[in-house]
């Protein structure tokens, strides 16, 4: 148990839609980072946010977005989602530990 | 570019027998290293980490895993497998509390 938590578990989405993820912990974590899950694959990093602000992004095109909150809650934004958006979208949390802990992740479908 | 590689894409083994998962990575400089474990439609549960100092890392349930610089390898092991471990595994670097950057991952199943 992590103490990571996401919502919701499931999504279906119809191409072009737009989607909001979320992603908060009991602990008082600063930094959280977003990854995406293809079915089969590893993980690959979206971006990641420290005291709310971006701090990194990874290989994803801005329709991709977040918000990082004061109380180090997150939101994950994706816009005109395609089919290849269908995924398995991870967030984890880190203090200033260096580990990541991750939450159990939303299962987004674009139909 | 960097690079984390798990050779293996699947691994039977039966219960009871030794376990070692590969990993090999391409990093500028060394990395900080992880193991993750995966079950079926659940999030990535933490084994071991390393960051610097001994060589021999010990996580949960009983795994291990060694850094060797020379090899750019962190290959995971456990001297018995129970059927609880099936599932997926996957090996991770980043340069601090930064991005991971994942391998494919190594499914394994345990045949009792």
């Known amino acids: 148990e992590t103490g990571v938590t996401q919502s919701p578990t499931h999504l279906i989405k119809t191409r072009g839609q737009q989607v909001t993820l979320r992603c908060s912990s009991q602990s008082g974590h600063n930094t959280v980072s977003w990854y995406q899950q293809a079915l089969g694959q590893g993980p690959q990093f979206i971006f990641q946010y420290y005291r709310e602000e971006e701090n990194g992004r990874g290989n994803f095109p801005p329709r991709f977005s977040g918000l990082q909150f004061p109380n180090y809650s997150s939101e994950l934004n994706v816009n005109a989602l395609e089919l290849d958006d269908s995924a398995l979208y991870l967030c984890?949390?880190?203090?200033?530990?260096?580990?990541?802990?991750f939450g159990p992740g939303t299962r987004l479908t674009v139909l | 570019a960097q690079s984390v590689t798990q050779p293996d894409i699947h691994i039977t083994v039966s219960e009871g027998a030794s376990l070692e998962l590969r990993c090999n990575y391409s990093y500028g400089a060394t990395p900080y290293l992880f193991w993750y474990v995966q079950s079926p439609g659940q999030g990535l549960q933490l084994l071991l980490k390393y960051f610097s100092g001994d060589t021999l890392v010990q996580g949960i349930k009983g795994f291990e895993a060694e850094f060797k610089r020379s090899q750019s390898s962190f290959n995971l092991r456990k001297p018995s497998v129970h059927r609880s471990d099936a599932a997926e595994y996957f090996c991770?670097?980043?340069?601090?509390?930064?991005?991971?950057?994942f391998g494919a991952g190594t499914r394994l199943a345990v045949h009792p």
């Open positions: 991770a670097a980043s340069g601090g509390y930064n991005k991971l950057i």
């Open positions: 984890s949390m880190a203090s200033d530990t260096d580990t990541q802990y």
